[in-house]
């Protein structure tokens, strides 16, 4: 299974991005998805997950400001950023749950991150 991340870059405070996140392989079926974020010199941290029957969470300090979303007939999890502040600031990596086919287990899947910037 691989995951391609894209839609990172520089925005200025304020500004807005879409990331999204292509999982391609052997998948059966994806149970959750999520993105999670590692700022320098920090630990990767979960910033927001969608399950399967689109139930989400988020970081408290993106409520309000991030929308995460999925397309399952795309494979794909979306991360709506609005509003975006200097310490939004990471490479976010998006991780899927998926089940191969032919097979009744879940693993987890990363993808190799996208580099966020926003500058103040």
């Known amino acids: 299974v691989q995951l391609q991340a894209s839609g990172g870059g520089l925005v200025q405070t304020g500004g807005s991005l879409r990331l999204s996140c292509v999982a391609s392989?052997?998948?059966?079926?994806?149970?959750?998805m999520g993105w999670y974020r590692q700022a320098p010199g920090k630990q990767r941290e979960l910033i927001a997950d969608i399950t399967s029957d689109e139930s989400t969470n988020y970081k408290d300090s993106v409520k309000g400001r991030f929308t995460i979303s999925r397309d399952n007939a795309k494979n794909t999890v979306y991360l709506q950023m609005n509003s975006l502040k200097p310490e939004d600031t990471g490479v976010y990596y998006c991780?899927?749950?998926?089940?191969?086919?032919?097979?009744?287990?879940?693993?987890?899947?990363w993808g190799r991150g996208t580099q966020v910037t926003v500058s103040s």
């Open positions: 991780k899927i749950r998926s089940r191969p086919e032919g097979h009744f287990y879940y693993q987890d899947y």
């Open positions: 392989g052997n998948i059966f079926s994806i149970n959750a």
